[in-house]
């Protein structure tokens, strides 16, 4: 195969992105490059794209896997410099989004071809991009190379449609997948199952925490027993994942809100 990809690290290293967010530049001179997210509008790392799309034969379109702001901050400067689009799942998750990209949708990049998977769950909008050829995935924030992601309530995003995109990626040939955030995962079989049993061991854990409390219990204490050996600067986050797991569970008819139901943060909940 002539075509390859080129991970570019974009300078927005936090508590949240890890070392930051991992650009991606692939394509040949017969079909133009693609770049997926990116990241930051920085006058280096722009360049430093720009550099290996013209290896390429040039950017010929952007693409973004999600709305979250440390997936496409540098987008709209691609686009004023060199006129090409961007394309994300819906407008209503990139608002400045060019086109649309369906699920399935297909881009040719040198004798490959690079096709988009929807994968809600950690954003509605979540996209994944799989290099069918190479057997790659470039996954956004499906998952991270370490630890792993924040999975927030509805509408924004949905633990259950989450699982369901785990299980959908499990049954892709697929032998590397690129993280936006971390290193290449060399086991993704592996990674996946992880990822899955993980979130059910959460749940497990949070239908024991309620079976122990029939009188019931808030979010913001089943965060401080749950997560007590997680760093606090996480608990917000962790309160995000308790109230995901929830809805999931609430939506399957095996817990109920009682007290405050007009406030998801407040009063208690118990097991049904």
């Known amino acids: 195969m002539t075509n390859s990809y080129r991970i570019i690290l974009a300078p927005n290293s936090s508590l949240l992105t890890g070392t930051g967010t991992n650009t991606i530049v692939l394509g040949s001179p017969s079909t ?3 770049v997926i997210d990116p990241a930051e509008d920085q006058p280096e790392y722009l360049a430093t794209i720009i550099q290996e799309g013209q290896v390429s034969g040039g950017i010929r379109r952007i693409l973004i896997t999600h709305g979250h702001p440390d997936h496409l901050g540098g987008a709209m400067s691609l686009r004023t410099q060199f006129g090409i689009p961007i394309l994300a799942f819906s407008r209503q998750g990139v608002p400045f989004a060019d086109e649309d990209i369906a699920d399935g949708t297909t881009f040719l990049v040198g004798d490959d071809s690079l096709r988009a998977i929807y994968t809600p769950g950690h954003r509605f909008d979540h996209l994944c991009f799989l290099l069918e050829k190479q057997h790659t995935l470039f996954a956004g924030d499906l998952l991270a190379s370490n630890g792993t992601v924040v999975i927030p309530p509805p509408p924004e995003g949905d633990l259950l449609d989450y699982m369901n995109s785990l299980k959908r990626v499990q049954s892709l040939a697929i032998d590397e997948i690129v993280p936006a955030h971390g290193q290449i995962i060399t086991n993704p079989q592996e990674k996946l199952a992880d990822y899955i049993q993980h979130r059910q061991m959460r ?18 204490t089943m965060v401080q027993v749950i997560y007590a050996t997680t760093d606090t600067r996480l608990h917000d986050l962790a309160k995000l994942s308790i109230t995901a797991h929830l809805h999931k569970l609430e939506r399957e008819g095996r817990v109920k809100q009682i007290n405050s139901e007009q406030d998801r943060q407040l009063g208690y909940w118990v097991l049904i």
């Open 203 to 220: 749940e497990q854990q949070l239908l024991n925490l309620l079976h122990s409390t029939p009188q019931g219990i808030d979010i913001h």
């Open 32 to 34: 133009g490059a693609i």
